[in-house]
């Protein structure tokens, strides 16, 4: 008996090292993932705020796009309603100019 129970012993000694060799391995590699897991969200956040900035940037530029469109519209009008002038003076100074060329 007193072999068995040596036997045994040795037995459970092996079992409890391999044991603990094992819960050594997996928290050396829960500590891998965990600090993995970190960089990845340190990683996404700093993504996130780039697209934040990115998106704001375009905001802005699609109203600075908006803006400068509104002001050569405004612009082309003015230049049309100063042309559409110049003919009226045009043709008012051309009849202007017949009637003393007829009365002469």
Request: hydrophobic share 45%; no cysteine.
């Amino acid at each position: 008996a007193p072999a068995t129970d040596a036997a045994a012993a040795a037995a459970t000694a092996a079992a409890a090292a391999v044991f603990e060799e094992q819960m050594v391995a997996m928290q050396t590699q829960f500590v891998r993932q965990r600090e993995l897991l970190m960089a990845v969200l340190r990683k996404s956040a700093k993504l996130e705020e780039q697209m934040v900035v990115a998106r704001d940037d375009v905001i802005r530029k699609d109203v600075i796009i908006h803006n400068l469109k509104q002001e050569a519209a405004t612009h082309q009008q003015e230049v049309q309603h100063q042309h559409q002038h110049f003919e009226q003076q045009t043709q008012a100074l051309q009849q202007q100019h017949q009637l003393q060329q007829m009365q002469q």
